[in-house]
């Protein structure tokens, strides 16, 4: 039979004051709420599924989990879960405007000659140019300085509206 037993020494500096749970029992930094210290263990957040996670009825904004599916920690920002691999969807100020099926698929291209990336294809087209007459890779109709509000699209019938 194995017994585990765990000893925290906690530091409680009056009424208002952050918690400190360490090893040392020094008091808690004054900008903090709760405080964690230790020289050679690490902290551990709750570690469940994206099932799991999705479970969660109205999540706290910035509530902290570490995902088990994807092997990520991961945190809601009030309206989507984000996480620290990367694997975030994009954002756009409220009242953008997608031509077609939604933001545009950008593939990177690395110059061989000079190291730098490039976008694969116009925004707004669905594939990169086969062909000088390729319309799918003829994108979009932006004004510069103007934000996207629907005039970029080939369809739309305020493109001729000034900026």
């Known amino acids: 039979m194995r017994v ?3 000893v925290f020494l906690f530091s409680y500096s009056g009424f208002g004051q952050g918690i400190k749970i ?21 902290f551990l957040p709750t570690r469940m599924s994206t099932t799991e996670r999705d479970l969660i009825l109205s999540p706290s904004d910035g509530l902290l989990i570490y995902n088990t599916t994807t092997n990520c920690l991961q945190w809601w920002n009030g309206s ?26 950008v593939e990177e291209v ?23 007459t390729d319309a799918a890779a003829y994108g979009d109709l932006y004004q510069w300085g103007r934000r996207s509000d629907g005039h970029q699209c080939r369809t739309s019938i305020t493109t001729t509206t000034i900026s």
């Open 22 to 42: 360490s090893e040392s029992g020094t008091t808690p930094e004054a900008s903090a709420i709760l405080e964690l210290e230790s020289s050679n263990k690490g």
């Open 4 to 6: 585990i037993i765990a």
């Open 110 to 132: 690395i110059s061989p000659g000079t190291g730098k990336v490039w976008m694969d294809r116009n925004l707004g087209a669905s594939q990169a140019a086969t062909s000088s």
């Open 80 to 105: 989507v879960w984000f996480d620290a691999c990367g694997n975030n969807p994009p954002t756009f100020p409220a009242g953008t405007v997608f031509c077609d099926a939604g933001s545009t698929i």
